[in-house]
């Protein structure tokens, strides 16, 4: 149980244009969802916390006008990346938190790999 | 501020033991997890700490010290397989931030 998966694996698209990630727990339902970035041989970095119903809360320094984020429902978020310029190219990962009140586990998707040209 | 500091490598030798050491400082403390990712591929769960002490499972164990603010992942018997980033990561009031990441190189 506690899967997550993320449409689509890659894409590369121009630059200008608008890229949309969906991140979907598919057995469990999940008012959290968390949006990462990790660039090649580094970490991951948090973007954003998704939240069912609610305004995405963004980490300091990501333009929340930029990487649109939408939750529209119990098992699906969202991440449009607007406007994409080549420094966008990066690996996309959302991670889910696990069902239960008390979970404490994140499952993460499969990640996304964005390249702008 | 947030701050968790890995070793950034490790080398190792197969079928020996590694230690990974995490230290930390976070406004707030609700648990310290340990990843494992593969090159391309994202984290896969290994552990979770929120009380003081060494939890073990199987070829792995990670340890935690709340007063210290430190964490470590110990393998053992690696293996070829092991070969991968190692991310340590904190829980604060509302959410996970990932340290550094420690990428280990096993060598036969």
């Known amino acids: 149980g506690a899967v997550v998966s993320q449409h689509p694996s890659r894409v590369i698209c121009k630059s200008g244009t608008s890229v949309k990630i969906e991140c979907r727990s598919l057995?469990?339902?999940?008012?959290?969802m968390f949006w990462y970035r990790q660039f090649p041989k580094q970490s991951l970095m948090l973007m954003a916390t998704?939240?069912?119903?609610?305004?995405?809360?963004?980490e300091q320094g990501v333009e929340k006008d930029k990487f649109l984020i939408n939750h529209a429902s119990l098992t699906l978020s969202t991440l449009t990346v607007t406007s994409a310029h080549p420094e966008d190219s990066s690996f996309y990962i959302c991670?889910?938190?696990?069902?239960?009140?008390?979970?404490?586990?994140?499952?993460f998707g499969p990640g996304t790999r964005l390249t702008v040209t | 501020g947030q701050n968790i500091d890995q070793p950034t490598e490790m080398t190792a030798t197969e079928g020996a033991i590694v230690q990974i050491n995490c230290t930390y400082q976070?406004?707030?403390?609700?648990?310290l997890f340990w990843y494992q990712q593969h090159a391309g591929e994202a984290p896969t769960f290994l552990s979770y700490?929120?009380?003081?002490g060494l939890e073990e499972k199987g070829r792995f164990s990670s340890f935690l010290s709340r007063s210290k603010g430190y964490s470590y992942l110990l393998l053992k018997e690696l293996q070829m397989k092991d070969s991968a980033s190692y991310l340590c990561?904190?829980?604060?009031?509302?959410?996970?931030?990932f340290g550094t990441g420690t990428r280990l190189q096993v060598f036969p």
């Open positions: 991670s889910a938190r696990g069902p239960g009140v008390s979970s404490y586990e994140q499952y």
């Open positions: 057995d469990f339902q999940a008012t959290t």
């Open positions: 998704s939240n069912e119903g609610s305004k995405a809360t963004y």
């Open positions: 976070t406004s707030g403390f609700n648990g």
């Open positions: 700490n929120v009380l003081d």
């Open positions: 990561a904190v829980r604060d009031r509302r959410r996970v931030i």
